[in-house]
């Protein structure tokens, strides 16, 4: 992760590991199927890294005026989001979650922050028309 400019944050805390990535990009040129298509293949992209969740919600209750779905998504004491912005100029992906070390949990600062930190972080990646 040198450099990689989609990392935006790494931080190691008591409870584990805490991410921050955002990245983006339109693969095909946009159409009005784009946000549908990347919707869907985001649902199958996060099911087959986490294979069966403990928890896994989609919503489309997003503060943005472009097409937009967020999922959280819950594997042990694991906690992801991600949030997913379709623009016709580009998609923009963000992720946070906390990956807790093998031998604890994660602790209860790091849950109770991660919805500020989540949104926080989302907010910074608004876009205009």
């Known amino acids: 992760m040198n450099g990689d400019p989609n990392v935006v944050g790494l931080a190691c805390e008591a409870g584990g590991l805490r991410f ?3 990245r983006r990009n339109h693969l095909n040129p946009y159409t ?3 946000p549908r298509e990347i919707f869907d293949s985001n649902r199958k992209l996060f099911k087959g890294i ?9 919503s489309d209750d997003c503060q943005t005026d472009h097409p937009c779905h967020i999922y959280d998504i819950s594997v042990k004491d ?3 989001r991600s949030q997913i912005v379709v623009t016709r100029d580009a998609t923009i992906e963000a992720m946070v979650g906390t ?9 209860k600062e790091s849950l109770a922050s991660f919805d500020e930190t989540f949104n926080e972080f989302i907010g910074a990646l608004e876009v205009s028309k």
């Open 99 to 107: 990956v807790p070390r093998e031998s604890g949990g994660v602790s």
């Open 32 to 34: 009005d199927d784009t």
């Open 20 to 22: 921050l990535i955002t």
């Open 50 to 58: 986490f294979g069966k969740p403990d928890e896994f919600s989609e």
């Open 78 to 80: 694991m906690r992801v």
